[in-house]
């Protein structure tokens, strides 16, 4: 157990919908990363945040949104669906010295 | 543009035998950060190993050893005496910033070790 929780584990939804996936980093951990991985592009980074602010951005598609809150959680909203959005997204902390990354086990989604 | 080959696609080992991952990467920058992640069956992501452009020196963790050689652009990656657990799909990672941001992912290997 990496200590990164990710909610919810799978979720289907349908083109045109909105879906929110939340992720709890490890405690103490401050960065949240933000990945996609696709059977079309593969494994991309997508948007990290560091202590509630955003840090750098990615491959990330204008009708997806994500934030940092105080309490470090993030969200990762994705509006608009569509079928190729279908992806499993990881989402990771990295500990205060940024020596190790560790990564949640993910929410698969399915746009049908 | 940063641009990570992992030009081995799939390799099958013998249990025991020592097999060696190729990663190959493009960057203009002279500062910038490779990676190694694992991805087993089981579908989760594990972070390896990060490495500096400045660290050439190789780096041993048991089983596993990386070799950098800025003069090929390479960082492979090498299991000694694989063991069935080691069956995933490995994928090497570069970024021009620092920590984890922005980084490019190659295509990974799987490697399936066979008892």
């Known amino acids: 157990d990496s200590g990164v929780t990710q909610t919810p584990k799978h979720l289907i939804t349908a083109t045109g919908q909105r879906v929110t996936l939340r992720c709890s980093p490890r405690s103490g951990d401050l960065s949240v990363y933000w990945y996609q991985q696709s059977l079309d592009q593969g494994l991309q980074f997508l948007i990290q945040y560091y202590n509630g602010e955003e840090r750098a951005k990615g491959n990330i598609l204008e009708r997806f949104s994500a934030q940092q809150f105080p309490d470090l959680h993030s969200e990762l909203n994705l509006s608009s669906l569509e079928l190729g959005d279908s992806a499993l997204y990881f989402c990771?902390?990295?500990?205060?010295?940024?020596?190790?990354?560790?990564f949640g086990p993910g929410t698969r989604l399915l746009v049908l | 543009a940063q641009k990570v080959t992992q030009a081995q696609t799939e390799i099958s080992v013998v249990e025991k035998e020592d097999v060696t991952l190729d990663c190959v990467y493009e960057t203009r920058d002279t500062t910038y950060y490779l990676f190694w992640y694992k991805q087993p069956p089981s579908g989760e992501l594990v972070f390896l190993i990060r490495r500096n452009s400045f660290d050439e020196q190789n780096e041993i963790s048991g089983r596993y050893s990386w070799n950098f050689q800025k003069s090929t652009s390479s960082f492979n990656f090498t299991i000694t005496a694989s063991q069935v657990v080691d069956s995933a799909v490995y994928f090497c990672?570069?970024?021009?910033?620092?920590?984890?941001?922005?980084?490019?992912f190659g295509t990974g290997t799987k490697l399936q070790v066979i008892p």
């Open positions: 990672a570069l970024s021009e910033l620092g920590g984890y941001q922005k980084v490019t």
């Open positions: 990771a902390s990295s500990d205060p010295g940024g020596r190790t990354q560790y």
